[in-house]
């Protein structure tokens, strides 16, 4: 029996506003001490009246066009009753019947290593504000619980896809790119780990016919499992394979999942554990807010369309065509605003630097015809050696001192073979960590490439001399006798030496031998 599973999440986003959804309290409380960040309002004492957030109104118009769903011209917002100790008012003020936009779509890139790389599109049902929860803290001792109730009233937008995912790994595809956008958008910082992305995924198998071709198999829905709260990528992957593993065991013993029903996951078992029979809609007994206006959107929306930036599969394919970036490369930049931001900069800069300095035989490289070329210099220098030095110091992109003019030039002087890739490195770490021009460096440390090279047939004699082993060894056939001689070499010259000279030059002696 062939199975399927149908996958749909729904995604709550923590808005990155200044202050809470209804009130004015600080939407930092997650950095505060337990229940500092709270007032009558978000507490739901009796006669506090909420005043809705604009900024995180226009976060969730904003993130409607991204996710190119239809605004809608009036929304409203609605209470949605239940009763939890982590819900101060005993009901959270939602979206239902009028969210701010419905039917949207999000396309990415997934290569299950089967298929090959292909485009996904996944539907969006609906986008919606509405207020977080507190945040509930088990105690140790298995019996006390504690609320912290900074986090009641945080501005929250809620992204329901449709049930279009098909695996695991789709899903977590799916929900990277998604959290790609709203990182793009400045609307949340989109940390999984850190709550400020949180989903819950619902999934349900369905049966392949033995003649798919003739049947609608495809539109068949069965009753869903929802697991609830997953704060991590692999945590969805995980939650979703341990489904599919338990449901396929319930079809395969005649007892396929007639009833809705949420879940818990449990990171330490990897296992999902029933928490509750799933509500429908009308158990939380939806009415319109009383204390809130309703929302007439279409100037708004006029507004914003034109604030929507470059989102990430549209940078992708630009940086492919503009500047000749290596798929894989342009991967690593783009999954990182700042990085891809700083990569294009430094490539205008060199440019502009390639263009104004000419080769030693006084050429001018085509800048068109040589862009490759160019390219793979930025992004190795930009992503591996920069990488590791910020890596080693802990410096993060956006405190990077390294202007993207001075990086331009250092690339300048290394494709001008003004300096050698071993000077060159210590050149970067050093600009890395005093953000010095590296032509002032390279002068005050006397890092530049020798300009008389008449001395080093000497030097190369010497060295091949002085190592009697590493010459025996190079004689038996051991070939990295030859590396560890050039490298004596480029110590002796203090690393300003042209590599390839220098190997030129020790393979000459040897063969004199």
């Not at 790119?177 to 989109?190: H, I, N, Q």
């Not at 599919?244 to 996951?265: D, V, Y």
């Not at 405190?399 to 990086?407: D, H």
Request: aromatic share 6%.
């Amino acid at each position: 029996m062939l199975l399927e599973p149908v996958i749909g999440l729904e995604i709550h986003v923590q808005l990155k506003t200044k202050t809470k959804m209804f009130c004015g309290c600080s939407n930092r409380g997650e950095f505060e001490p337990p229940n500092t960040t709270v007032c009558p309002i978000c507490m739901g004492h009796p006669g506090a009246l909420p005043a809705i957030n604009s900024q995180a109104l226009d976060f969730g118009v904003l993130i409607g066009l991204a996710l190119d769903g239809k605004i809608a011209t009036k929304s409203n917002f609605d209470r949605k009753n239940y009763f939890y100790p982590d819900l101060p008012k005993g009901y959270q003020i939602s979206q239902k019947d009028l969210p701010v936009a419905e039917h949207g779509s999000l396309t990415f890139e997934f290569d299950d290593g089967q298929r090959g790389k292909r485009a996904v599109t996944v539907r969006i049902n609906r986008v919606h504000l509405e207020e977080d929860a507190a945040k509930m803290l088990h105690g140790a001792d298995g019996v006390s619980s504690f609320v912290d109730f900074n986090r009641g009233g945080t501005p929250l937008a809620e992204i329901v896809s449709e049930p279009d995912l098909h695996s695991p790994a789709e899903a977590k595809a799916f929900l990277q790119e998604l959290r790609l956008v709203m990182r793009y958008l400045g609307v949340s910082d989109a940390d999984m780990e850190k709550g400020h992305l949180r989903c819950d995924a619902n999934i349900s198998l369905r049966r392949i016919p033995e003649h798919p071709e003739q049947e609608n198999w495809a539109l068949q829905l069965n009753p869903k499992t929802e697991v609830k709260n997953l704060n991590s990528f692999r945590a969805v992957e995980r939650a979703l394979e341990y489904e599919i593993k338990r449901q396929t065991g319930l079809w395969e013993t005649g007892q396929p999942i007639n009833i809705q029903s949420t879940r818990g996951w449990n990171e330490a078992t990897g296992e999902t554990v029933l928490q509750r029979i799933k509500e429908d809609s009308h158990d939380y007994r939806y009415f319109p807010e009383p204390d809130l206006p309703p929302l007439e959107l279409s100037e708004l929306t006029a507004k914003l369309r034109s604030q929507v930036p470059e989102l990430p599969a549209a940078r992708r394919l630009r940086l492919a065509e503009e500047y000749g970036f290596s798929e894989a490369d342009i991967r690593v930049m783009c999954d990182d605003k700042e990085t891809a931001d700083y990569a294009e900069r430094v490539m205008s800069e060199l440019r502009e630097w390639i263009a104004s300095s000419p080769a030693a035989d006084g050429s001018r490289l085509d800048w068109d015809k040589h862009k490759p070329e160019f390219a793979r210099l930025v992004s190795g220098w930009l992503l591996s050696k920069l990488g590791g030095i910020m890596a080693a110091h802990k410096i993060d992109i956006r405190i990077l001192k390294i202007t993207p003019e001075n990086f331009a030039e250092l690339l300048t002087m290394i494709h001008l073979k003004k300096v050698t890739g071993q000077n060159a490195l210590l050149l970067l770490e050093e600009m890395a960590l005093s953000g010095a021009d590296p032509s002032i460096i390279a002068e005050e440390k006397n890092l530049l490439q020798l300009e008389d090279l008449s001395g080093l047939n000497l030097i190369a004699e010497n060295i091949v001399v002085g190592n009697p082993k590493a010459v025996a060894d190079w004689k038996s056939g051991k070939t990295n006798a030859l590396q560890f001689l050039v490298g004596q070499m480029m110590k002796t010259t203090k690393g300003k030496a042209p590599p390839d000279l220098a190997r030129k030059l020790v393979e000459d002696e040897l063969k004199k031998l």
